[in-house]
């Protein structure tokens, strides 16, 4: 993180910055509980902005976009770990723990919030269809950068060992995301996306 701020001097990082030190306590924590989210986030970061730059998205944008997706799994640390890291299917109960921990996300960074980066943290799990969660948001209610997130967010939940499953080849977790294009998922996005990876040689063309 240091090294993207010391390469921006945007006054929304610079102000982000002047609180960062108030996350300290809560990335340590976060990283105590589950290495997981704290390894995810990071991924995610680097996922993001590579879609965003490659979208042209204007300064401000991706600045939020940045911050977004590093903090977007905070709320997570209210998730108790035995649900977290259950290696079976979740009961209603379990998952209505998992469905909070967006709208927890957004009222952990409410306290320094610029630039609506708590409700970016809090849509990046709704749909385009209105099936996603917490607030079953549609298309358009749904903010550029929470829409983002949300491809690089399942991309990177795909391919990546869980407790209740192994990892998906890359390959087959993008067929998931572009059957899921117009449902789940917007198509630019994923395109991007999808480039990104095949110029980097993860996916085959």
Same mark, same amino acid.
Request: zero cysteines.
């Given at each position: ?8 001097? +945007? ?31 990071n991924?995610?970061? $680097?996922?993001?902005?590579?879609? +965003?730059?490659?979208?042209? *998205? ?5 600045e939020? =976009? ?10 997570k640390?209210? #998730?108790?770990?035995?649900i ?11 998952f ?11 009222e ?7 630039? &609506? ?12 269809? +209105? &099936? $996603?969660?917490? *607030? ?18 399942s ?13 998906? &080849? ?6 998931? =995301?572009?059957? *899921? #294009? ?6 630019d #996005?994923?395109?991007?996306?999808? &480039?990104?990876? #095949?110029?980097? +040689?993860i996916?085959?063309?």
């Amino acid at each position: 993180m240091n090294e993207f701020i010391k390469e921006h001097t +945007g006054s929304f990082v610079n102000n982000m910055y002047q609180h960062l030190h108030e996350f300290d306590e809560i990335i340590h924590k976060v990283m105590k509980k589950d290495m997981y989210t704290y390894e995810h986030n990071n991924r995610l970061r $680097g996922y993001t902005l590579q879609i +965003g730059e490659r979208l042209n *998205l204007n300064k401000n944008t991706m600045e939020k =976009l940045t911050f977004a997706a590093l903090f977007h799994d905070i709320g997570k640390i209210n #998730v108790p770990d035995y649900i977290l890291k259950k290696p079976g299917s979740l009961s209603e109960d379990e998952f209505n723990y998992i469905r909070m921990h967006p709208t927890d996300g957004k009222e952990m960074v409410g306290a320094i919030d610029i630039n &609506s980066i708590g409700d970016i943290i809090e849509q990046h799990h709704e749909r385009i269809d +209105g &099936s $996603g969660y917490p *607030l079953g948001l549609k298309n358009g209610e749904i903010l550029r950068e929470a829409k983002i997130i949300a491809v690089a967010d399942s991309y990177d939940a795909m391919t990546t060992d869980r407790p209740y499953r192994k990892a998906m &080849s890359p390959n087959i977790a993008m067929k998931e =995301l572009e059957r *899921l #294009v117009g449902s789940h998922y917007e198509k630019d #996005v994923v395109e991007v996306f999808k &480039s990104i990876l #095949v110029e980097q +040689g993860i996916l085959e063309e």
